[in-house]
């Protein structure tokens, strides 16, 4: 498994909600912790393995000591208050830094990688990991936050590089 990286159309899915908390739901949440802090990333939603399921994994703090890998199974955003301006990197979208605008104070729900109630009030950084995190789950990219002009230059770019590697 992978970081998939746009334009993989499976960043574009809306991930499914999760039935079933079994094995295969702990060993993908193992995974995706490995690659979020391989990658030196606090965040990391499942479509971006490649996997279209409801799942995100965070932990702010992605230095060795003091790790705490988290994740939330079928988040549900409750409500959202406040603005805060943000200049977001996606491990998906490499090489790009998106302006966004985005919820201070953030309520969430959803289920812990157990199975039980998870009940998060986030706030700053955290808050905008969530909403980012989330976004992906909708198929969301921090692409779709930018005016049309700088998503185009992006995907041009992607393109020359697609055609590059293609024609070596
Ligand atoms: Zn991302």
Known sequence: MDIVTYPDSILEEKAEPVHN???????????????????????????????A???????????????????????VIVSGEDRIEFEEGCL???????????????????????????????????????????DHLNGTLILDHVSRLKRNLYKKKIAKLMKRERDR
Do not use: W
């Open 53 to 75: 399921k409801q799942i995100f994994v965070f932990d702010l703090n992605y230095r060795e000591k003091g790790r705490r890998l988290n994740a939330v199974i079928n988040p």
């Open 21 to 51: 908390i079994d094995q295969e739901i702990q060993d993908l949440i193992e995974t995706m912790g490995e690659l979020m802090y391989g990658a030196s990333g606090i965040g990391l939603a499942a479509n971006q393995v490649g996997v």
């Open 92 to 134: 998906s979208v490499p090489d790009f830094l998106a302006k966004t605008t985005r919820k201070r104070y953030l309520k969430v729900t959803g289920l812990d990688r157990k199975g039980g109630p998870l009940d998060i009030e986030a706030e700053g950084l955290l808050s905008v990991c969530i909403q980012h995190e989330v």
